[in-house]
């Protein structure tokens, strides 16, 4: 008898892992064929791993015929037949479940359009339409939510999550949760991509790319204040490198730097910035709402240093200010790392005079661009984030209510 395989019916299969694999060919070699081949219509639907180790070492094989209604019923066989076989984990046996959606579901049509009659083989009819979540839950022993979780990873995952699952490295909520946390992700990002960038006041200038790149258009010695909040991690130092350059052309002779810094990497940071500008002092911005837990060093965190950085030559402020902000409480409505422009306005008042020119060349949601130009000076934000960049300008249009007329970069 001609036997074939059928690659539908295969691929429902989850396959062996190599070692289970070897095992069975071992066994096959030494002992024989023990268990028959089944069959339908001369197809394999049973044994695809016996037939094929047999097939490659000339082994003999019994088979075994099976009647079936149709191809929908060999494969819900074939399904359970692996449930009441293997020991799978909840997420394949949640994957196999799911090939059967289809099946079940045109069985509930069907049941629902005749008023009854026949379900897939095996089950009790109902006056109702089968729920299938429920059904092939029952099937695979699995919980209808567990499907249904198995079901979203399986349509919106990326590789890497299915991976973690496949070895255990992951749970199914785990990568559940952080599926609907990746999808979340892409809706802010979209919603920012589809936002209509607007035109902005003209004494606002919004830059979109690389500071050290598209800052290239601001002139030498041009810059009252650079005013900013680089990220902290350890692998952004390289950006405190080029932000400390960036400030040694742009500042005029004696202007300022002042940026936020987290404090695991600020002796880092101060050794960057010592290599091009002058140590002038450091602010303390005092936590409002409550002191921030730092795990790295179990320290409860009740201030954020604010460093200023002078342009050489050195020259003294004309007058006397203090080195303690009080926060206002956070504003993280349109950026994670979000400063509360009311803190800004302070440094902006202390630091610069009107008419100004500060840039950020870290702009994230605006809010330094705001804060500057509420205290009437020029402002140029830079961002890297296209995202962002287009939420940036939308901002400052809601907020002034202004439109431009694309006027020129008059830097000076």
């Known amino acids: 008898m001609d036997i074939s395989i059928d690659k539908e019916f295969h691929d429902l299969i989850p396959p062996l892992t190599k070692e289970e694999y070897e095992t069975l060919e071992r066994s096959i070699v030494n002992e024989g064929c023990r268990d028959a081949i089944v069959t339908w219509k001369s197809i ?15 082994k003999t094989f019994g088979t075994v015929e099976k009647e079936f209604g149709s191809r929908e019923d060999v494969k819900v066989w074939i399904i359970r037949n692996q449930f009441g076989r293997r020991n799978l984990p909840a997420y394949e046996r ?10 079940f ?28 979540f429920d059904e092939i839950g029952k099937l695979s022993n699995l919980s209808h939510d567990t499907i249904r979780k198995v079901k979203v990873i399986e349509e919106k995952s990326t590789p890497e999550i299915k991976e973690k699952l496949r070895s255990g490295e992951s749970s199914i909520h785990e990568a559940y949760q952080q599926v609907k946390k990746n999808e979340l992700q892409q809706k802010r990002e979209d919603k920012k991509k589809k936002e209509e960038v607007a035109e902005i006041p003209k004494d606002i200038k919004v830059l979109y790319g690389d500071f050290m790149v598209v800052g290239s258009e601001i002139p030498d010695n041009s810059v009252d204040l650079i005013l900013t909040d680089p990220p902290y991690a350890r692998e952004y130092l ?26 695991l990497n600020f002796n880092e940071v101060i050794k960057i910035l010592d290599n091009n500008l002058i140590y002038y002092w450091t602010f303390s911005l005092i936590h409002k709402g409550g002191n921030q837990l730092i795990l790295a060093r ?10 200023i950085y002078q342009k050489h030559p050195f020259k003294k402020l004309e007058f006397q200010v203090s080195d303690i902000i009080m926060g206002s409480g956070r504003e993280k409505d349109t950026h994670e790392w979000q400063q509360a422009e009311d803190e800004l306005a302070t440094l902006i008042t202390h630091f610069t005079n009107p008419g100004d020119i ?55």
């Not at 949640?94 to 099946?103: F, P, Q, S, T, W």
């Open 298 to 307: 179990t320290i409860l965190c009740g201030w954020k240093p604010i460093l």
């Open 44 to 58: 394999v639907v049973d044994g695809h791993n016996r037939f094929e180790i047999c097939q490659n070492h000339n």
């Open 105 to 132: 579901r045109a069985k509930a049509k069907e049941h629902m359009s005749e008023g009854g009659g026949s379900g897939v083989s095996g089950h009790q009819n109902s006056d109702e339409a089968i729920n299938t």
């Open 238 to 263: 390289p950006q405190w490198e080029k932000l400390s350059l960036f400030a040694k052309r742009v500042l005029k002779p004696s202007g300022f730097l002042i940026t936020y810094s987290g404090q």
């Open 94 to 103: 949640a994957r196999l479940a799911l090939k059967l959606e289809e099946i």
């Open 358 to 412: 500060i840039v950020d060349p870290f702009a994230g949601s605006g809010t330094t661009v705001i804060a500057c130009y509420r205290c009437k000076r020029k402002p140029i934000g830079i961002e890297i984030d296209e995202g962002n960049f287009n939420a940036i300008k939308n901002r400052i249009t809601q907020i002034f209510g202004v439109k431009d007329d694309k006027g020129t970069n008059d830097w000076q």
